[in-house]
């Protein structure tokens, strides 16, 4: 494949894809569209009453952005933390950081997430022996 050359690009979302993470993905910017180093960007869509699979981005740190919709999530060494990421609010998650999203409402959740990964799986660790069916827990 030939290096992109560095320039200002716009872009589309690209064809939905399902990650290894369980999610539909929209890549906007990324090394493969066009030719970041260090920055990943998507919309990530969370059907109503689902999960995506435990997992952590070994060595890069991810920002999110609620568009619509309500998602929450699961995230610390055990899973042992929770949040609540509504409309409008941004969601942190550093380097290495276990996690699991997941939408327990009635309306799917739509959010954009960056990434310091130009790569969109590359640095997806999954971590199945976190997984469990949180949609029938409390939280």
């Known amino acids: 494949m030939s290096a992109i050359k560095p320039e200002c690009r716009l872009t589309q979302p690209q064809p939905t894809f399902i990650g290894k993470q369980g999610l539909s993905y929209q890549v906007g ?3 493969e569209l ?11 869509t969370i059907p109503p009453h689902s999960q995506a ?15 619509s919709g309500t998602s929450s999530v699961r995230y ?3 899973l042992e933390y929770f949040s609540e990421v ?3 609010s941004f969601f942190y998650i550093p380097k290495n950081m276990p ?9 799917p959740a739509v959010v954009v997430i960056s990434r ?6 590359e640095s997806v660790i999954m971590m199945p022996e976190l997984d469990f069916d ?5 939280a």
Not at 34 to 39: K, Q, T
Not at 54 to 62: C, I, L, Q, S, V
């Open 29 to 31: 910017v990324s090394h």
């Open 76 to 78: 610390g060494d055990a």
């Open 86 to 88: 509504p409309a409008g």
């Open 116 to 121: 310091t990964d130009a790569n969109e799986q």
């Open 99 to 107: 996690h699991l999203p997941y939408n327990n409402t009635d309306t």
């Open 134 to 138: 949180v949609l029938a827990s409390k």
């Open 53 to 67: 699979k435990a997992h952590r981005h070994e060595h890069h740190e991810t920002a999110i952005y609620a568009l």
């Open 34 to 44: 066009v030719g970041s180093e260090n920055i990943h960007m998507q919309l990530a």
